[in-house]
């Protein structure tokens, strides 16, 4: 229900979401304090990372997960804590979650632009599909976590100039994976004609990772962290990268669950385990 703001009213008034769910006229929907208890056993557990991997391996054997000429687009998000002003209360104290960290960033209008909170980083491929993703504080910046995101199965790579180094070419060549990393003008070396074409070329590849952090922020509430500490975030990032891939809209193009399926889903995966 967390995933895309459903009520739980909902499930006690709508037969299709009932039957969506599996869940029959005479079970009792379960309470927030049910899905809290389960979530955090999941994430106890460590199992966010396994459940997306087994959805993506259920994709794949339907054809709408590609593996062979894999592609990754990487990118990273800043997402705003659940307390990011310095306030202080009662007792003096700081309630700015102590978890999360100032970052600092150019706008689109040049100037600079600080939040307090956290970044959510991912590796789509070019559906938009979440194949990996890392959580971090605000202030770790985008390269720490590129290796990480990395299946080792890919043979291209995009991602925007904050990825371009020169530990990146020797990482992405050591694997022979093919570099799209968009060109950085680096002071008195500016681009040449050649690489601002290149970097045209890739963008469009590489926007599409911007798409999906739209969709996450836009129906999914992405945009600002909803509890404190790091763990807790990441986990309900998890949770919304794993509902994205189960309802995928792109361009109108939706993948619905099917009602009624000979091989386990996912999650009957994850409880057996």
């Known amino acids: 229900m967390a995933w895309t703001n459903i009520k739980q009213q909902t499930f006690s008034d709508d037969l299709l979401f009932r039957r969506f769910v599996d869940l029959s006229i005479s079970e009792s929907v379960p309470d927030h304090s049910t899905f809290w208890r389960f979530r955090n056993l999941l994430e106890k557990e460590g199992l966010f990372e396994t459940l997306l991997s087994c959805i993506n ?39 700015q979650d102590p978890e999360a960290e100032y970052n600092v ?4 209008d040049g100037k600079r632009k600080t939040t307090y909170g956290f970044k959510a980083h991912t590796n789509v491929d070019e559906d938009g599909f979440t194949k990996t993703y890392d959580y971090t504080k605000g202030n770790v910046h985008d390269s720490k976590v590129f290796e990480i ?13 904050a990825y371009a180094s020169q530990a990146t070419n020797d990482l992405l060549k050591k694997q022979s994976i093919t570099n799209k990393v968009l060109k950085r003008t680096c ?3 500016p681009l040449t004609a050649e690489e601002k074409s290149i970097n045209r070329q890739n963008s469009g590849t590489r926007s599409i990772v911007e798409r999906t952090f739209s969709v996450l922020k836009l129906h999914y509430g992405m945009k600002k962290a909803r509890y404190f500490g790091l763990k807790r975030n990441k986990a309900r990032f998890g949770l919304m990268s794993i509902a994205e891939s189960c309802i995928f809209i792109d361009y ?20 057996a385990h």
């Open 57 to 95: 391996q259920q994709l794949t054997n339907k054809g709408l997960f590609i593996k062979k000429g894999e592609v990754s687009i990487i990118d990273a998000s800043v997402i705003e804590a659940k307390q990011c002003r310095p306030k202080k209360n009662k007792d003096g104290n700081n309630t």
């Open 105 to 108: 960033k150019n706008g689109p």
């Open 149 to 161: 995101l990395l299946t080792g199965n890919e043979e291209e790579v995009y991602a925007d100039s």
């Open 187 to 189: 002071r008195n070396k």
């Open 252 to 271: 109108g193009y939706i993948i619905l669950r099917e009602l009624a399926s000979p091989e386990p889903t996912a999650l009957e995966l994850v409880v």
